[in-house]
């Protein structure tokens, strides 16, 4: 499968509604709106929008997720949008225990309404701790508060179709590509945030933080350090001069690098035949998917989440490799896996820049953590899904807005004291 092109990209997006009556009547249905959302689930069951899945893959090219080419992709290192202007400060690291994050996906996601977002990417950081997890459930209960404490963390970026990075013309989807300008100096031991600081010695390696230098020194910077000191002309371990190389890291903990395919999900609608499904070139079997997402059924409580998993794993089971499931309307909502543990309109914050609302955007399975070779241990990182809200005008803005992630995990997962 060849890369999509920007405008192919461009028409799989789920545009927001234009007509004002309909937009005046959501709002008067936002305030009165509070607690519960069931009665619009039942509602609006019978008018569900259009979905948009995700499929992991290996790329075909090393060029192929490079920054120019506008990627949607999944572990890894990001390709940042603007590559300059990167999020920086608290904004970098897991509010629960102060480690950087780490790159969990990105979806290239332009609006055709906007000439600001005529390219536009929406990013998500989490923190590889399970336990931060369950205290980040925990925290994004608390309606609005003033400094949230978070360990998943979303970054919306967008550009208009002139601006300094990228040429006005689509790319050619090939490795003659190449960006205007040169991206910021990144971190060597992740390769994700910024590296604004130096090792004191050799005045060479860059990183992000005091905790990665130090786990740099630990890993093999220490006997390199000297060599490099005596020898200036040496380049940083990953340059990424005008954009045109992958680049390249110390940290062997990222994530395996993957490309993301989309697909409509009306293509599933049919029901495959079991010859047609062992025929299917796909990376995991069927089967062996449906086991590990029935595992989870025995633990629900109530017969109320009993009924949402085996609602949630119906609609899975189409297409059951699909990692992401993107819809951004007005009107969408999430595939919940659950029936407890939705948030109710008032749980969700206005945007923090415009104060506009927010609408869901797309929500991320767990089947992504099979990809990523994530053991199914105790301790291991796990959630039911992570659902991505957004502002619904993707305001304006220079550099990378914060937008908000709701997280539901499976009542397997134990609980805190």
């Not at 994530?255 to 395919?261: D, F, M, R, S």
């Not at 989440?305 to 949630?312: E, L, V």
């Given at each position: 499968m060849e890369?999509?092109?920007?405008?192919?990209l461009k028409?799989?997006?789920i545009?927001?509604?234009?007509?004002?009556?309909?937009?005046e009547?959501q709002?008067?249905?936002e305030?009165?709106?509070?607690?519960?959302?069931?009665?619009?689930?039942?509602?609006?069951?019978?008018?569900?929008?259009?979905?948009?899945?995700?499929?992991?893959e290996k790329p075909?090219h090393?060029?192929?997720?490079?920054?120019?080419?506008?990627?949607?992709k999944?572990?890894?290192?990001?390709?940042?949008?603007?590559?300059?202007?990167?999020p920086?400060?608290?904004?970098?690291?897991?509010?629960?225990c102060?480690?950087?994050?780490?790159?969990?996906?990105?979806v290239?996601?332009?609006?055709?309404?906007k000439e600001?977002?005529?390219?536009?990417?929406v990013?998500?950081?989490?923190?590889l701790s399970?336990?931060?997890?369950?205290?980040?459930?925990?925290?994004?209960?608390?309606?609005?508060p003033?400094?949230p404490?978070?360990?998943?963390?979303?970054?919306?970026?967008?550009?208009?179709?002139?601006?300094?990075?990228?040429?006005?013309?689509?790319?050619?989807?090939?490795k003659?590509?190449?960006p205007?300008?040169?991206e910021?100096?990144?971190?060597?031991w992740?390769?994700?945030?910024?590296?604004?600081k130096?090792?004191?010695?050799?005045?060479?390696?860059?990183?992000?933080?005091?905790?990665?230098?130090?786990?740099?020194w630990?890993?093999?910077?220490?006997?390199?350090?000297?060599?490099?000191?005596?020898?200036s002309?040496?380049?940083?371990?990953n340059?990424?001069?005008?954009g045109?190389?992958?680049?390249?890291?110390?940290s062997?903990?990222l994530?395996?690098?993957?490309?993301?395919?989309n697909?409509?999900?009306?293509?599933?609608?049919?029901?495959?035949?079991e010859?047609?499904?062992?025929?299917?070139?796909?990376l995991v079997?069927?089967?062996?998917?449906d086991?590990?997402?029935?595992?989870l059924?025995?633990?629900?409580?109530?017969d109320s989440?009993?009924?949402?998993?085996?609602?949630?794993q119906?609609?899975?089971?189409?297409?059951?490799?699909q990692?992401l499931?993107?819809?951004?309307?007005?009107?969408?909502?999430?595939?919940?896996?659950?029936?407890?543990?939705?948030?109710s309109?008032?749980?969700l914050?206005?945007?923090c820049?415009?104060?506009?609302?927010?609408?869901f955007?797309?929500?991320?399975?767990?089947?992504l953590l099979?990809?990523?070779g994530?053991?199914?241990?105790?301790?291991?990182?796990?959630?039911?899904?992570?659902?991505v809200?957004?502002?619904?005008?993707s305001c304006e803005?220079?550099?990378?807005?914060?937008?908000?992630?709701?997280?539901?995990?499976?009542?397997?997962?134990?609980n805190?004291?």
């Open positions: 890369i999509a092109s920007v405008e192919k028409g799989l997006q545009t927001s509604l234009d007509d004002e009556e309909e937009e009547e709002k008067a249905q305030i009165a709106v509070d607690e519960d959302d069931d009665d619009d689930d039942v509602d609006e069951e019978d008018e569900e929008e259009p979905v948009i899945l995700g499929f992991v075909d090393s060029w192929s997720l490079l920054r120019q080419q506008f990627p949607s999944a572990g890894g290192v990001p390709a940042w949008l603007d590559p300059d202007n990167l920086s400060g608290r904004s970098c690291v897991c509010d629960l102060g480690q950087p994050l780490q790159f969990l996906l990105q290239y996601v332009p609006l055709v309404e600001s977002t005529f390219h536009r990417t990013f998500v950081f989490m923190c399970m336990n931060c997890l369950l205290r980040d459930q925990h925290e994004q209960w608390k309606r609005h003033e400094k404490s978070r360990s998943v963390k979303v970054f919306r970026c967008q550009l208009p179709r002139a601006n300094a990075f990228y040429s006005s013309e689509p790319p050619k989807g090939n003659s590509d190449k205007l300008t040169p910021a100096p990144l971190c060597n992740c390769g994700t945030w910024k590296g604004d130096f090792c004191s010695n050799c005045k060479s390696a860059r990183y992000c933080s005091q905790k990665h230098q130090a786990m740099h630990g890993a093999g910077h220490k006997p390199q350090c000297q060599q490099l000191s005596l020898s002309q040496l380049p940083d371990s340059t990424c001069i005008g045109t190389a992958a680049i390249k890291v110390a062997k903990s994530w395996p690098e993957y490309e993301i395919k697909e409509h999900e009306s293509e599933y609608e049919t029901e495959m035949s010859d047609d499904a062992q025929a299917n070139n796909s079997s069927k089967s062996g998917m086991d590990s997402m029935k595992s059924l025995d633990s629900f409580e109530g989440d009993r009924k949402s998993w085996a609602s949630f119906e609609r899975i089971a189409k297409a059951p490799e990692v499931r993107y819809c951004r309307s007005t009107k969408a909502k999430p595939l919940w896996p659950m029936s407890s543990g939705r948030p309109k008032a749980d914050p206005k945007c820049y415009c104060g506009g609302p927010l609408c955007e797309f929500q991320i399975l767990p089947q099979y990809y990523f994530v053991k199914n241990d105790m301790d291991s990182l796990d959630w039911a899904t992570i659902v809200y957004t502002c619904e005008a803005g220079v550099g990378y807005k914060e937008e908000f992630a709701w997280i539901q995990l499976s009542s397997a997962s134990p805190l004291p």
